[in-house]
């Protein structure tokens, strides 16, 4: 496609953040058009704003103070001449009233027309307007009732399990799957509490969760000139807590008739609201008996871009972004729904910052490397560099790395091999969780739905895992590299000269020698260091602890890394990460400290409900407090039965990974 002239030298104001804002500015600027980015306090030298033409700041780090500010956006659109205005996803993309401001100041909203993103916006309304257009839908209560009691008896007529969803969002926010009566209240609360957090709208709606699902959505495309297209499906079955994990297009098993029907649906539903531009209709599929043309059921339409929106990019050869801005400046779709075709198979996984061992919690901090493979096949979208920190104001992507192949194993080879191949040091990953994934025979054979990730956590290494001794060994050579950086290392040698004479003096065999470390936080002090002498002068470590004794010709090094922080090294293994550092014993954070009887926050985040008071008598799993992190609400509760007896934070306040929130006397028994 020729860049017209009406779009030459045009400014395009991305109202987004991180990966997708840097996806953006890539295709504006191939189009020719010039990038204005908006940011926030805590963005400031983000990689989107260092990569935009010119960028304004719009507000402190809350989303509601800065990217969900539209009088902040529309301001710097005037000031700066924008001629269109990108939402990306997520924060405003999905906002009517943002899409009305874009209009009445005079600049193009690259999305739908407000009256779509209305009609869709709300689900228990786009259910009723698509199953009035022939849509099937699951069933459901639908209406405008928002009493507690009343939802709890409506989830009870439906049956459990029952899924609560927010009225007025997506993303999993403010989604919760219930299983039983007892069960409720307390999920409605949160799912409530996360929606108005989210989108400012509380409201909920409750369906039937289908057994053996399977999500698959369809990509449509529609233009100001009355032509509607769907380029074809993806499969995101693969979800934690309603959070896409791993899309791929097209759809695994999918019968060329199913593919035709839900087409047509998707475009139905489109035609349905007069939409424009880029749109995901979303489908929940009961995959019980196969993928059959009677067996799927509309979920919502997406009015903006998906996060997943590469896939069908690589299997089409398509450039999503620029459509989308062509469409906004007026021009036709340059192709029908005969004009597009399959080729091959892509897969995209979403790096995120977060500890599959320990529940998924986020992760924050420095990113002291990242190294993500771009080979033939590969793609990588990613709104961060080295040095970067990852915020624990928003979403925990670090990420999106998506392969190409002619058939489906060889893009999932190709992912997986990329995955084991990726360097990220600092905040921890689900890297080694995602390539277990794609090498999961289950998943590789077709047999998975949405609950195939909970169903298979301790295949995944998404449980605590024992130390990976190779890598303490490999910790502790980099420690005494650094410690004897101004000793001289033989040639060939892998550890410094063991005759240092800070060391002391020992006569005959292998040297030895004691250190006091810490692994992952975790203090060790029976570490035993030996060199070990060879006949060709070098010399090499062997690492005695209560973890067994790791010697080098005992594992392989290769595909290893390290990098080095203030306060030790990190090694990746196996794309798994383990901090090991010197053990300080002058060093003691008292802010931390829990006294062995209290409940830690668990990341750093937003205290946003404190359910306990000094005094109470609380029970074993009792829920004592919730925090907030990357727009996601985790859930504080007691590992035994007792009495609380101090609280350390108070709601609305910010708190610290390991700060103590809450004291617990264990009850006498």
């Not at 924060?91 to 401001?101: H, K, Q, T, V």
């Not at 009493?147 to 399990?161: M, Q, R, S, W």
Request: charged share 25%; glycine share 10%; aromatic share 6%.
């Amino acid at each position: 496609m020729t860049s017209p002239t009406i779009m030459t030298n045009a400014a395009v104001l991305i109202a987004n953040r991180g990966e997708i804002a840097c996806r953006i500015i890539r295709t504006a600027r191939c189009m020719g058009l010039r990038t204005i980015a908006v940011y926030s306090e805590a963005d400031a030298g983000s990689l989107f704003v260092r990569m935009a033409d010119e960028a304004h700041c719009i507000g402190p780090a809350p989303a509601r103070e800065s990217y969900l500010n539209i009088s902040a956006i529309i301001d710097v659109a005037r000031r700066t001449g924008a001629a269109f205005v990108h939402p990306g996803y997520g924060f405003l993309s999905e906002r009517a009233e943002f899409a009305e401001a874009c209009a009445a100041a005079g600049v193009t909203f690259v999305g739908p027309p407000a009256s779509a993103i209305r009609a869709m916006g709300l689900k228990d309304a786009a259910k009723a307007l698509v199953a009035a257009a022939g849509v099937p839908v699951v069933p459901g209560y639908h209406g405008e009732r928002q009493e507690p009691d009343f939802l709890g008896e409506k989830a009870a007529e439906i049956g459990y399990p029952v899924l609560i969803k927010a009225v007025a969002g997506g993303g999993g926010k403010g989604m919760k799957r219930v299983d039983a009566p007892a069960d409720f209240a307390g999920a409605l609360e949160s799912a409530q509490r996360e929606a108005a957090g989210a989108f400012g709208d509380p409201r909920v709606l409750i369906e039937k969760y289908v057994l053996a699902p399977r999500h698959i959505e369809i990509q449509v495309f529609a233009d100001t000139h009355g032509h509607v297209v769907h380029l074809f499906e993806r499969d995101c079955s693969l979800q934690r807590r309603h959070q896409k994990v791993i899309e791929e297009a097209p759809a695994p098993g999918m019968p060329p008739e199913t593919r035709q029907a839900m087409g047509d649906a998707a475009v139905q539903a489109a035609r349905a609201v007069g939409y424009v531009g880029a749109g995901t209709v979303e489908f929940i599929v009961d995959a019980s008996e196969g993928l059959k043309p009677d067996r799927f059921y509309f979920m919502e339409m997406n009015t903006r871009l998906q996060v997943e929106h590469p896939v069908t990019e690589a299997i089409t050869g398509l450039d999503l972004v620029e459509l989308q801005l062509r469409v906004a400046a007026g021009e036709a779709l340059p192709f029908d729904q005969g004009g597009v075709a399959i080729n091959g198979h892509a897969v995209e996984a979403r790096v995120y910052a977060e500890d599959p061992e320990k529940g998924f919690l986020p992760s924050t901090g420095h990113l002291w490397a990242l190294r993500l493979p771009t080979d033939d096949g590969l793609r990588v979208d990613t709104g961060v560099e080295a040095g970067d920190e990852v915020s624990p104001f928003y979403d925990p992507m670090i990420a999106k790395v998506i392969a190409h192949g002619a058939t489906r194993d060889e893009a999932l080879d190709r992912l997986a091999g990329a995955l084991g191949r990726s360097v990220i040091a600092g905040p921890r990953t689900n890297l080694a969780f995602l390539k277990k994934l794609c090498e999961a025979p289950a998943f590789r054979a077709g047999h998975f739905d949405t609950g195939f990730i909970e169903r298979n956590l301790d295949s995944l290494g998404a449980v605590p895992q024992p130390v990976d001794a190779e890598a303490v060994r490999r910790g502790v050579l980099a420690l005494l590299a650094d410690h004897h950086d101004d000793t001289a290392r033989k040639p060939g040698s892998e550890a410094p000269s063991p005759w240092d004479a800070r060391d002391a003096f020992q006569l005959m065999g292998p040297r030895r020698q004691g250190l006091s470390i810490t692994v992952d936080g975790e203090r060790i002090d029976d570490i035993g260091i030996e060199w070990l002498p060879a006949a060709d002068q070098t010399s090499a470590i062997a690492v005695h602890w209560a973890g067994g004794t790791t010697r080098p010709a005992e594992t392989g090094t290769d595909g290893t890394a390290l990098a080095a922080t203030p306060d030790g090294v990190l090694v990746i293994r196996d794309a798994r990460q383990t901090r090991v550092g010197l053990h300080d014993p002058f060093s003691v954070d008292l802010d931390h400290l829990t006294g062995g009887s209290g409940i830690a926050a668990p990341m750093h985040g937003k205290l946003v409900a404190m359910l306990v008071v000094p005094g109470d008598t609380v029970k074993k799993g009792q829920r004592l407090a919730v925090v907030e992190a990357m727009k996601m609400e985790h859930v504080l509760t007691s590992s035994f039965d007792g009495t609380v007896t101090a609280i350390h934070a108070a709601p609305g306040e910010q708190v610290a990974e390991g700060a103590s929130l809450i004291l617990l006397e264990p009850l006498e028994t």
